[in-house]
């Protein structure tokens, strides 16, 4: 029965932190951010009238994509941060 136990509360740990990091932390995202997006472009790229991205789902696309042409291999959860932090403050949907 205790061995049950502990696997159940593995699980639980598991799941809860699996949730926290999905939702993306923008704290964490800002730094990521900062530290290694800025060299082409700045922050002006996400609020200019012609903007391309228009929705949360092309937002994690394209930070994706800079991550990936930039091979800093982020986690999903990280470009997920880095996502929320832009939506936040720059992008707002
Ligand atoms: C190697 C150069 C380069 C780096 C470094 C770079 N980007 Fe980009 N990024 C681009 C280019 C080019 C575009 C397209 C801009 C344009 O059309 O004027 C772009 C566009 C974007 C857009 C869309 C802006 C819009 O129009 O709404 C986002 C969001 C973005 N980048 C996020 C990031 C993030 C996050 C990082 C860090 C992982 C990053 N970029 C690093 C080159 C870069």
Redesign the pocket.
């Known amino acids: 029965m205790r061995q049950i136990g502990t696997a159940i509360g593995t699980l639980l740990f598991v799941a809860t932190f699996g949730s926290a990091a999905q939702a993306g932390d923008a704290a964490e995202g800002k730094a990521l951010?900062d530290f290694?997006?800025l060299?082409?472009?700045g922050t002006e790229?996400?609020t200019?009238d012609d903007?391309?991205?228009h929705s949360m789902d092309s937002?994690i696309t394209?930070?994706n994509r800079?991550?990936v042409?930039?091979g800093?291999g982020w986690f999903d959860d990280e470009v997920e941060s880095?996502a929320k932090y832009?939506n936040e403050n720059y992008y707002k949907f």
Do not use: F, P
Request: aromatic letters at 4%; charged letters at 10%; hydrophobic letters at 35%.
């Open positions: 951010h290694n997006c060299s082409c472009h790229a996400y200019r903007r391309m991205i937002l394209q930070v800079c991550n042409s930039l800093t880095v832009l």
